[in-house]
C-alpha cells in the first residue's frame, strides 16, 4: 500500500515561501551552491526579498528557479507546489478552473501553470521487451456521420505500447500506416520480443523487423486466446479516456501529448511505494544553459 500524503503533510512540509524555495535549493544543489566566479562550491546566504542567494566570497548570485518551469514566474513557489500536489492527489487530472478557484489567480495563469507541470513528466522510457502490446486509439469529438474507430475524421491518434507488468510507451502519431506504426515499435520495442496486436495491416511486417508477432482477431468479435491479447494496453486507453474527458471539457489536439504523457507518468509508477507528490516533484530540472559549467562535473 502506497504512504498517505495528506493536505495537511503537504502544509507542513511546506508552511512559507522560504521553505518552498529552500527545498528548491536542496534538490538542485544536494552538495551545496557551486560559485562560477569561485569555482567551487561556496557558503551562500538568502538575499531577503528575492529568489536569490549571493555567495559569501564574491557577492556571486545564484537563482534557483532559472531555467526552471518556475523562472521569471510572479506566482510564488507554494502555489506552484500546491498545483503540484494537487495535480498529484487525483489518477484523473485537475481542471484549470478547479486551480483558478483554490488559489485565486486567473484561468490563464492556472492553465499556464498545469501545462508547465505537466512538461516535466515526459520522460525516456527504456525500451520494452518480453511480452509487448501495442494499440493505437483515437481521441476527440466525434463527427455526425462517422465512426470511432479507424478511419474517423476529426480525431488525433496515439499509439501506445506497453510491456506486460511493466512500463508504457504513448505518442501522438500522424495517421495509422505502417511508415508511422511500424518505426514506433522499432524505437520502443527490443528487437526479439513479442509483440500482440489486433488484426491491423500495419503490423503484419513487424516480424520482418525482429519481432514475434500474433494479432488477435477483434473483426471476429474474439478478444482472448490464452496469452494472445491486447487488454492491458486497451485498459490504458479506457483510464485515460475516461479521467480526461471526466475532468477536461475539451483537449487540443496540439496539447494532447502532454496528458498522454501525464497519464502515462502515473501508470509507469502504479507499483511505487513512493507518493506521486515526490515523484512529480522529482521531475523539477534545469535546462542545461542555466546550469554553471562546475556543477556539471
Excluded at 529568489?51 to 557577492?59: E, L, Q
Aim: net charge positive.
Amino acid at each position: 500500500m502506497k504512504p498517505r500524503y495528506t493536505l495537511r503533510d503537504f502544509q507542513t512540509a511546506f508552511p512559507t515561501e522560504d521553505a518552498c524555495l529552500e527545498w528548491l535549493v536542496e534538490f538542485l544543489y544536494p552538495q551545496g551552491i557551486p560559485c562560477p566566479n569561485c569555482e567551487k562550491v561556496t557558503k551562500h546566504h538568502k538575499l531577503k526579498n528575492r529568489k536569490a542567494y549571493s555567495c559569501d566570497v564574491c557577492g556571486h548570485q545564484a537563482h534557483p528557479t532559472a531555467g526552471t518551469i518556475y523562472h521569471k514566474s510572479s506566482t510564488p513557489l507554494s502555489s506552484w507546489f500546491y498545483a503540484i500536489y494537487l495535480m498529484s492527489a487525483t489518477r484523473t487530472g485537475v481542471p484549470a478552473k478547479q486551480l483558478e478557484r483554490e488559489l485565486g489567480v486567473t484561468y490563464k495563469t492556472a492553465w499556464r501553470m498545469f501545462k508547465q507541470i505537466r512538461s516535466m513528466l515526459a520522460e525516456d522510457v527504456e525500451p520494452l521487451s518480453g511480452t509487448v502490446e501495442v494499440d493505437e486509439t483515437y481521441y476527440g469529438g466525434k463527427q455526425r456521420g462517422r465512426g470511432t474507430g479507424r478511419g474517423t475524421l476529426g480525431k488525433t491518434i496515439v499509439a501506445g505500447a506497453v510491456e506486460r507488468d511493466g512500463d508504457i510507451v504513448a505518442e501522438v502519431v500522424p495517421n495509422v500506416k505502417a511508415k508511422t506504426l511500424i518505426p514506433f515499435v522499432t524505437e520502443n520495442v527490443e528487437r526479439g520480443s513479442t509483440v500482440y496486436t489486433d488484426e491491423h495491416g500495419s503490423y503484419r511486417t513487424l516480424p520482418n523487423h525482429g519481432y514475434r508477432h500474433s494479432d488477435i482477431p477483434h473483426d471476429l468479435d474474439i478478444f482472448v486466446l490464452g496469452d494472445l491479447h491486447t487488454n492491458t494496453i486497451e485498459g490504458f486507453w479506457g483510464n485515460f479516456k475516461t479521467g480526461t474527458r471526466g475532468a477536461y471539457k475539451h483537449i487540443k489536439p496540439c496539447y494532447l501529448q502532454m496528458y498522454v504523457n501525464e497519464y502515462s507518468f502515473r501508470y509507469n509508477r502504479r507499483r511505487s511505494n513512493v507518493h506521486m507528490f515526490h515523484h512529480f516533484m522529482a521531475q523539477t530540472r534545469q535546462l542545461d544553459w542555466w546550469v554553471p559549467y562546475s556543477a556539471r562535473q
